[in-house]
């Protein structure tokens, strides 16, 4: 019997999944550090080591491909992928992209909890927001057919209203000088629109198009003032912070030698 199985989860079951051997994270912390000669044998038993492991990946990956031609594996499909993605976890943000994309390629929950392709009658353009009238009309069909779930995931694709909720957000906290919920508004405007890698060119290109009518809402300095707070919190986050800030003060120094 066929089993359906990517090639990262075929690579994976040999423990391969990673385009170069782990060796070189297993041996990269030496306290008293390498004498040269030991540094020439480390180096030379490195490199036999990615070459074995790149053999047997590539073996692999040739074995892999041989077993479809076969039928022995299925391949599994764009839409395979993004079903699998789509079954994680409702707050993960990949999981909701993958959902809203299925549901605009015309894919719906039927009553078993599975992914189907279903038929709308009308012209209903799936690659747009849809409007209430839409919805609605979607919606009917949606029950008579015996599907589930429609409005959970039609929610997720008309994100019109949470959209503009979230730029009245980042201004009206950024009025308060409260730029820490500014920013977290901020990412949840973003995550709304994260695209995944099942996505066409065309998707992704509407979803950047949705994006910007509301970013393009706010003010640069809104902008910059909540991207750089955004930018610093990282930084501390990074240990990166004191550095940033110890070479500015050392540009001012320098600065206030030159006057």
Known sequence: MSKKMSLDEYLGLYGLSFPISDYWMDKTIFPHGLTSRQKKKFDKEGEKVEKEYFEKRQACIKEYYQKVATGEIIEPTKIDKLIKTASGHNDNASVQAARRVLVKRGYQVNAKGEWQKVKIEGDLNMSKDWNKQELQKASEQMKK???????????????????????????????????????????????????????????????????????????????????????????????????????????????????
Not at 173 to 180: A, M, P, S
Not at 181 to 206: F, G, S
Not at 231 to 250: L, N, R, S, W
């Open 145 to 259: 057919q015996g599907n589930i779930g429609y409005e959970e995931f039609t929610k997720q694709i008309n994100n019109q209203e949470l959209s503009q909720k979230y730029v009245d957000e980042i201004k009206k906290c950024h009025n308060n000088g409260d730029l820490e919920k500014a920013y977290e508004y901020w990412c949840k405007l973003y995550d709304l629109y994260e695209p995944i890698n099942e996505m066409t060119a065309e998707e992704r290109l509407e979803q950047f198009k949705q994006l910007n009518s509301y970013t393009s809402q706010i003010e640069d300095k809104i902008v910059f003032d909540v991207t750089d707070y955004g930018k610093e919190k990282h930084y501390i986050k990074q240990g990166f912070y004191d550095d940033i800030v110890e070479e500015q003060e050392e540009e001012e120094l320098d600065i206030t030698d030159d006057i």
